[in-house]
């Protein structure tokens, strides 16, 4: 049993890590778990595995909290304020849910990849006694990991361990697991994703910009207003989340050049076009651009609780990894965003020495060990019955 949802990004390394233990175990019976308001997304996602995995979608409540607000300011934030209590009793609702579909299914292990639809799921496991195995992908612990953290039998983590809390005997580094389809590409093979991609010059350099399923309104507008000098000299994919698609089509530039989608199931392949990728900092999408080696412009959402990406962001830049440029500073002057693209389309060792430096992030085992972390949870649970 698997569960993880919210975004893709808690969903999209289940595949991996399913297709990792199907290998090991021809019959293997797995189940996924998701929150209904990601629930067509997350479907979509599981689907595109070649086997079946029937997707189960509970009520789950978040916790919203907001990284660069005050906490008395979002106190006095009433509406929100009242739908945390009422998500309450909505997180109660979908322990119920998992506690009754747990008993039915009746799996030898239960594995939470992330978002808030796992706390349901892995409490549940925990009162089953079920073993439970988490997945922590950012360099920040999250509050639902924090939570489940003592009921688990093992840890997994996408950074080194020295960045959690968690207990050092049952914690282990895996990465981030990523489909065996983010590696690094040829120049050829690169071309050749650019034309099914629907690019008309596929020898021209090509930046995709993505931020996220979800989309990221001021990334968007700021490459907007920037694209046509860009088009000069590079083709640009832009990937603006369903929600912001009409927004960017109105204003979007005609141009060839400039291909435009809401979304894309399966970044593989417009990253293996990509020379360069505009993106937040979602850590399953960075480790996939490690995984290519891609040279990656990185806008962290400040918002966001804890201030994950703001963290996720600091690594890679410390690392010489990616050039990170603040959202505010783009809100007020696209054209930083502008001058950071051409950075590394205009300068060969730029470019040559971003995908070095963000290849040694690259953790090309991460699904096999996390399967086998996984696959050992469950022998040790028999082992003790």
């Not at 090991?24 to 996924?32: E, Q, V």
């Not at 086997?51 to 919203?64: D, E, L, Q, T």
């Not at 920040?140 to 050092?168: D, M």
Request: proline share 5%; with cysteine; glycine share 8%.
């Amino acid at each position: 049993m698997a569960a993880g949802g919210g975004s893709g990004g808690h969903v999209t390394p289940v595949l991996a890590v399913l297709r990792e233990l199907k290998k090991h175990d021809k019959n293997l019976k797995a189940y996924f778990i998701t929150d209904k308001a990601f629930g067509q997304q997350a479907t979509g996602i599981i689907d595109t595995l070649n086997f079946k995995v029937p997707v189960k979608k509970i009520n789950a409540g978040k916790f919203r909290r907001f990284h660069s607000v005050s906490v008395w300011k979002q106190i006095f934030n009433l509406p929100m304020t009242f739908k945390n209590i009422g998500d309450v009793f909505v997180t109660g609702v979908g322990l119920l849910q998992s506690v009754r579909y747990l008993r039915k299914v009746k799996p030898d292990v239960v594995f939470t990849k992330g978002g808030f639809v796992c706390l349901p799921v892995g409490l549940a496991a925990s009162f089953l006694k079920i073993p439970l195995v988490i997945h922590d992908s950012d360099s920040l612990p999250g509050l639902t990991n924090k939570l489940l953290a003592k009921h688990a039998t093992i840890i997994a983590t996408g950074a080194p361990v020295e960045n959690y809390p968690y207990p050092r005997e049952k914690t282990h580094y895996v990465g981030v697991p990523v489909s065996a389809a983010f590696r690094p590409v040829t120049q050829q093979e690169k071309e050749k994703c650019r034309s099914v991609l629907g690019m008309v010059d596929i020898k021209k350099p090509l930046v995709v910009v993505t931020g996220g399923g979800l989309g990221a309104r001021n990334l968007n507008r700021a490459i907007v207003s920037v694209a046509e000098p860009l088009l000069k000299k590079c083709s640009i994919l832009h990937i603006t989340g369903q929600s912001n698609y009409n927004e960017v089509m109105q204003r979007a530039p005609e141009s060839a050049d400039y291909v435009v989608k809401p979304f894309i199931n399966g970044l593989a392949l417009a990253f293996g076009g990509a020379d360069v990728v505009v993106t937040r900092a979602g850590a399953t999408t960075t480790s996939e651009l490690a995984a290519m080696a891609k040279p990656t412009i990185i806008v962290p959402n400040p918002y966001l609780t804890g201030g994950h990406q703001i963290k996720n962001a600091e690594v890679f830049a410390k690392a010489g990894a990616a050039i990170v440029v603040q959202e505010d500073k783009i809100v007020m002057n696209p054209v930083i965003l502008k001058l950071a693209i051409e950075k590394i389309i205009d300068d060969k060792k730029t470019m040559n020495d971003l995908s070095k430096a963000i290849y040694k992030f690259a953790k090309p085992d991460s699904a096999i060990d996390m399967a086998e972390l996984i696959v050992s949870a469950a022998y040790k649970n028999k082992e003790r019955a």
